[in-house]
């Protein structure tokens, strides 16, 4: 028996045989995969830097300080990260080694008062040989305040699992196609943007919707992209055909709007990822979830959308409005990144500015805000050991 199946512009051949009633299967993550295991980056012999990516994590507490202690950090070229805070919500990071004009950021607050971060740009630094990202913040009335913060640049090539992100530059003519250098699609098709109204867009993923077709959906994460952040959250993603082309696409739709609620027109980027752009050959460490149930008080996340590469079940657990506990099994609370997105409205949710340690479990705090105040929502979690 032989079953192919996609995934991301490759096929992999799984053979299932059947002798005197036990079923033999090929193990795809095996001791000599898991010692091939990416740290930050994914990489293989023959196949350098199929995903550079560095980020570094800033703690609330030290948030005001001229040089922001990193508490944790990486760069998949083993160089330095650093931070450098420019005024009130306002900060440089530099990734050594990791210079281009192109590729993706992401940033999520780090925080337990309502805050909301996002990024002023990013690019190829002075030396030509680094990265600089900037980063502002601000509270629920869009007065720019120091917050900790989470940043993740990356920059992908052919070859790595399903995913595909974008940048959206505001005021672009619709449809907009985004510069292929802050662009890219595993499946090498078609992305772009159009603009329905004030803080609508919707943005379109060819041929990358086929791990919804095969009932494995991955997760999105959505960053607001300008001198002033901006709360910007997936409304939903999922397969769409157009009846004129015949082509098939990932269809999102992304809102944004201020911290109030009200719709407004802001560049973005976005990351689509599934089982955090594993390959069968080559597993990325680290967990995606979509938070489903905003009001259940403890559940697992729907699986078609959780991903753990220590195979665990992921759980949540709501402390009070707006407050979640996620555990992630098998993860050190001391190592990390995570990024968060509120999904279908206009709360906007952060990291709170620890994570704890229980058992072989790793919690991470979630905390989400509507206008100020603290409300259920539900939302999007990436987690990058």
Request: aromatic fraction near 8%; proline fraction near 5%; hydrophobic fraction near 35%.
């Amino acid at each position: 028996m032989e079953k192919w199946i996609a995934a991301a512009g490759f096929a992999i051949t799984v053979v299932g045989l059947l002798a005197g009633g036990a079923t033999w299967l090929i193990d795809q993550t095996s001791a000599s995969m898991a010692s091939r295991r990416p740290v930050c980056g994914m990489s293989m012999t023959g196949e350098p830097d199929l995903l550079v990516s560095g980020y570094v994590v800033i703690d609330s507490p030290g948030a005001t300080k001229p040089r922001p202690s990193v508490s944790r950090a990486c760069n998949s070229r083993d160089a330095d990260n650093r931070v450098t805070r420019r005024g009130p919500g306002r900060y440089d990071v530099r990734l050594e080694k990791l210079g281009v004009n192109g590729g993706t950021v992401e940033v999520t607050a780090v925080s337990d008062a309502a805050r909301v971060c996002g990024t002023d740009g990013w690019g190829m630094a002075g030396n030509g040989k680094d990265l600089d990202a900037r980063v502002v913040c601000s509270d629920e009335r869009g007065t720019p305040r120091d917050s900790g913060f989470t940043l993740r640049f990356l920059q992908a090539r052919a070859g790595t699992g399903a995913l595909a992100y974008l940048r959206y530059d505001a005021g672009s003519v619709s449809p907009f196609i985004p510069d292929p250098n802050y662009s890219f699609n595993s499946f090498n098709s078609a992305i772009s943007v159009e603009r329905e109204a004030a803080g609508e867009y919707e943005v379109f993923l060819q041929d990358i919707q086929q791990s919804v077709d095969n009932g494995a959906p991955g997760v999105m994460k959505v960053t607001s992209l300008g001198p002033v952040p901006r709360v910007c959250n997936p409304k939903m993603w999922n397969s769409w055909k157009n009846k004129d082309t015949g082509n098939r696409f990932l269809l999102a739709k992304v809102h944004c709007s201020d911290a109030a609620g009200v719709g407004v027109d802001t560049g973005f980027t976005v990351t689509y990822t599934v089982e955090l752009a594993s390959r069968p050959d080559l597993r990325m460490p680290g967990a995606q979830l979509w938070a489903n149930d905003e009001h259940a008080q403890r559940y697992t996340p729907m699986m078609s959308y959780q991903c753990n590469s220590t195979g665990h079940d992921i759980m949540i657990q709501r402390q009070g409005p707006g407050d979640y506990a996620v555990e992630l099994a098998g993860f050190d609370a001391g190592q990390g990144q995570a990024q968060i997105s509120g999904y279908g409205g206009s709360a906007y949710c952060a990291i709170a500015h620890s994570t704890k340690r229980l058992g072989d479990s790793t919690t991470v705090g979630v905390r989400c805000w509507k206008g100020g105040q603290p409300a259920d929502a539900k939302f999007v979690l990436l987690h990058q050991p």
